[in-house]
């Protein structure tokens, strides 16, 4: 029998919910030596951790249910709340089965999260993943090939097994496939953003940091197929892009404070590495070449990444405005985040040039007045709606 | 006090006279580029590529020492300013606002001429993330060409092949070329042997100097002097004559100096008597540079090594300028900079120093602006703490923005700190002055 959208959306809300990870638990669990690899966002290649036999763990910070205590101790007012909620994770063991930690190349507080996690958890795996920033094949792609393999190599003594080129093969095609689907979700909640709202989809695409992805693969059919299915009022909405939420993750009522202050959010830069690779990656040839040369030419923009051509910036947007049929653009950054911060005046520019609305605000993870964000968020999209 | 007050007029030895006057030339060089039609490149600190740059007649334009400046000239208030009513985030780094909110009042350069529009920013992505972005940013104002040299950081703590590698394929393929199309002039690479032949010269005579603060008493303060020792090596200067020059004269200033027993020059005439032996991690306070020292030098409280003089190059830990592998060379020049050193790296090089260096403490400045500094800097402060036996303490301030920088709550952290030093020496450890 088929899931409703209550019964998806409940358990995707339950997983987000438990700051415990027990579905990652009870999978480690069910059979002896399975070994579990966290990652912290924007971007980390899962394929090689599943291809290990491992479960790729998203930790995206303890959100806004953590009462953080011990990681206040480890970090300066003025630094945003993921890495003190994540510190308060690992030293209330909430996180204490996971194997390895990734910590991706996004920000210089993540970066120098990958040293904490090396001094305080030594026992751990804990590798801060460079990428490049120079997009040539024969210069950053050569780097990044090598740098996948060392991680490989990392992975296997994790996993305690050999990872052949055929495993990532193999992995690549399971992340295809479930690529498309978060691809299918995005382009159903653009065209119906009524029948998909986007706390909804949030908590979908949340339920793929915990879950094995051939299940969260599932889960996003069976969700596609009952949001079809579900009779929703269309409302007079405008429609809006989220811009700036690609790391610490906003508490789950500021989503749903925008959409109730008469926004649809049609587009978003939530867990980006559920989308990170742009299109299918070659399953045929040498695996880490194709991941490679994905990354380099095909993946998401967005600002841990150097744009090389001035001309461009800002142009992923302004496109991305024009694809998803959007009428404007809420820069909504957590507090303290370079990345975003640095980024948004560029970025904003290019939507004024584009004649394109936009505001913003910041939050931090555990934001709790959400009255100010609905007045500012109602405010823009009557203005939209008014004048535009 | 503890610094002779006989005179207010600030001591000024050859060899901060000969700085002073090459700093002054480069601004009046970069300054009139465009009736000379020398091209300018700008850059940034860690892991700048002065010896190259010159290898095309090219002038060499740091912002951060453009922002730098103007917090000490009081200016970078007013500045910081102007760029938040453009947009940018009063939770950034104030080196990026103080530079757009420059550029927007005409880029004056302490010459009072305006600075010409770079011909070519040359992006050295080391060991801060904020770079890539404030390089971004220029680009957006400038227009003008830009060249990435992307430096991977040292997240196991080892430069590997790989890296080195990467580093070398950009500069031959990206960077030289960039630099070339811009001047106009072709790469000779003896040329770039013979600067680099000079910056070794150059950085033996620097870390002499550093490591003269293992004397006690310390002829040096390694922090508040110590920035200013460091300045032509991180600047504009590494691989001239000047530098060789200033360097030699700096080192026989200090020989001198440890001969007769003395202690560090401070703005207010010389320190007479060791109490303290501080290493400090992250950069000074800019805004209130003077009476951020003063706080120190009136109770006695000399730094002897500080990870800040390490930014732009760690020399002391064996690194040279290698001229028989030019480029390897410059790529592992990056690739060690301070900043770009994890975590675990970090701590074991201020534990070395505090053993070397025979410290009686740790202090953090921890400084709002910059995440790359800050973030982990109380984990590195406990464990120098557990590793050392010595106390450390922690106070934050801001490198150019004057909001952050509370005179009396540092100087009360301070002092408290002093305190806690005395009572640890009482229960048996470590006198400064033996």
Redesign the interface.
């Known amino acids: 029998m088929s899931k409703t959208v209550t019964e998806i959306v409940d358990r995707c809300q339950a997983l987000f919910e438990d700051l415990n990870f027990t579905s990652a638990r009870e999978w480690k669990a069910a059979e002896p030596g399975r070994k579990v690899v966290g990652y912290m966002p924007v971007y980390v290649p899962r394929e090689i951790i599943h291809a290990g036999g491992m479960l790729p763990l998203g930790i995206l910070g303890g959100g806004e249910a953590l009462e953080v205590i011990h990681g206040d101790?480890?970090?300066?007012s003025?630094?945003c709340r993921i890495?003190r909620s994540t510190i308060e994770l690992a030293i209330t063991k909430r996180i204490d089965f996971v194997d390895g930690m990734l910590?991706p190349?996004?920000?210089?507080?993540i970066?120098?999260?990958?040293?904490?996690w090396?001094?305080?958890f030594p026992k751990v795996y804990a590798?801060?993943?460079?990428v490049?920033?120079?997009y040539?094949d024969?210069?950053?792609g050569?780097?990044y090939v090598?740098?996948l393999r060392?991680l490989k190599e990392g992975l296997e003594e994790v996993a305690g097994r050999t990872i052949t080129d055929e495993d990532i093969r193999r992995s690549i095609a399971v992340y295809n496939e479930n690529r498309r689907l978060v691809q299918e979700v995005y382009d159903f909640r653009t065209k119906q953003p009524w029948k998909a709202p986007s706390w909804e989809v949030y908590l979908l695409m949340r339920a793929g940091m915990v879950l094995p992805v051939e299940e969260h693969t599932q889960l996003m059919q069976d969700y596609l197929a009952a949001a079809e299915a579900e009779d929703r009022p269309m409302k007079d909405n405008c429609r809006i892009i989220l811009q700036g939420s690609f790391c610490e993750q906003p508490p789950l009522n500021l989503v749903k404070s925008i959409e109730l202050a008469g926004c649809y959010i049609v587009d978003d830069d939530y867990m980006l590495v559920t989308r990170w690779l742009l299109g299918d990656c070659p399953v045929d040839g040498d695996p880490l070449r194709n991941l490679a040369s994905k990354f380099l030419h095909e993946s998401m923009e967005t600002?841990a990444k150097?744009?090389?051509d001035?001309t461009r910036?800002g142009q992923y947007l302004v496109d991305a405005v024009r694809d998803r049929a959007a009428e404007g653009v809420i820069f909504a950054a957590p507090?303290?985040?370079?990345?975003a911060?640095?980024?948004?005046?560029?970025l904003?520019?290019a939507l004024s040039r584009a004649d394109i609305p936009h505001i913003s605000f910041?939050y931090a993870e555990n934001s709790g007045q959400m009255q100010p964000i609905r007045e500012q968020a109602g405010t823009f999209a009557d203005t939209i709606k008014l004048w535009s | 006090m503890n610094a002779q007050a006989a005179s207010q007029d600030v001591i000024k030895e050859p060899s901060m006279l000969k700085q002073k006057a090459m700093i002054a030339a480069n601004f009046d060089k970069l300054t009139s580029a465009n009736e000379t039609g020398q091209k300018i490149a700008a850059t940034y600190v860690p892991g700048n590529l002065n010896e190259l740059i010159m290898c095309f007649d090219m002038g060499n334009n740091l912002p951060e020492i453009n922002a730098i400046n103007n917090g000490m000239r009081k200016k970078s208030g007013a500045m910081i300013t102007e760029a938040e009513k453009q947009g940018h985030s009063e939770d950034v780094c104030t080196y990026v606002k103080a530079d757009i909110g420059n550029m927007s009042r005409g880029a004056i350069a302490p010459n009072g001429k305006p600075m010409p529009v770079p011909d070519l920013l040359l992006l050295s992505y080391t060991g801060c993330f904020t770079f890539m972005k404030w390089f971004e940013l220029l680009r957006d104002q400038y227009g003008c060409e830009t060249t990435m040299l992307h430096v991977p950081y040292e997240g196991d703590g080892k430069i590997t092949q790989n890296m080195r590698d990467y580093v070398v394929k950009q500069l031959k393929e990206d960077v030289i070329p960039a630099l070339e199309k811009v001047s106009g002039v072709k790469f000779d690479i003896d040329r770039l042997r013979e600067y680099l032949r000079k910056s070794a010269a150059a950085e033996d005579n620097l870390v002499w100097v550093l490591e003269s603060a293992k004397n006690k008493p310390s002829p040096i303060d390694a922090y508040f002097g110590g920035v200013y020792y460091i300045g032509p090596i991180f600047t504009a200067f590494r691989g001239t004559d000047d530098a060789v020059e200033y360097y030699k004269l700096l080192r026989t200033e200090i020989e001198a100096r440890l001969a007769a027993g003395k202690g560090p020059i401070t703005p207010e005439g010389e320190l007479t008597e060791e109490k303290y032996r501080l290493v400090v991690e992250g950069p000074p306070n800019w805004t209130s540079f003077r009476d951020f020292w003063k706080m120190f030098y009136d109770e006695g409280a000399v730094v002897v090594a500080s990870t800040y003089t390490k930014v732009g190059g760690v020399y002391d830990q064996g690194f040279r300028h290698d001229p028989d592998h030019p480029l390897e060379s410059l790529a592992d020049y990056c690739l060690g900079c301070y900043t770009n050193r994890n975590l675990p790296g970090r701590v074991d090089l201020i534990e070395k120093y505090m053993k070397e260096y025979q410290a009686d403490g740790f202090l953090v400045n921890s400084i709002k602006s910059c995440n790359s500094f800050s973030a982990g800097q109380l984990l590195i402060m406990r464990e120098i703490e557990t590793r050392t036996g010595k106390p450390a303490a922690f106070i934050e301030t801001d490198l150019v923005d004057p909001r952050y920088f509370s005179a009396a709550n540092v100087k009360n952290r301070l002092e408290s700190y002093f305190q806690m030093i005395d009572q640890k020496r009482k229960g048996g450890g470590s006198a400064a002055a033996a």
């Open positions: 101790a480890y970090y300066q003025y630094i890495p910590f190349s996004i920000c210089d507080v970066r120098n999260l990958s040293g904490m090396k001094l305080m590798r801060y993943f460079d490049p920033q120079n040539r024969d210069i950053g050569n780097y090598e740098e060392e600002a150097y744009e090389p001035g910036k507090s303290f985040c370079d990345p911060l640095l980024d948004r005046p560029m904003a520019n910041k």
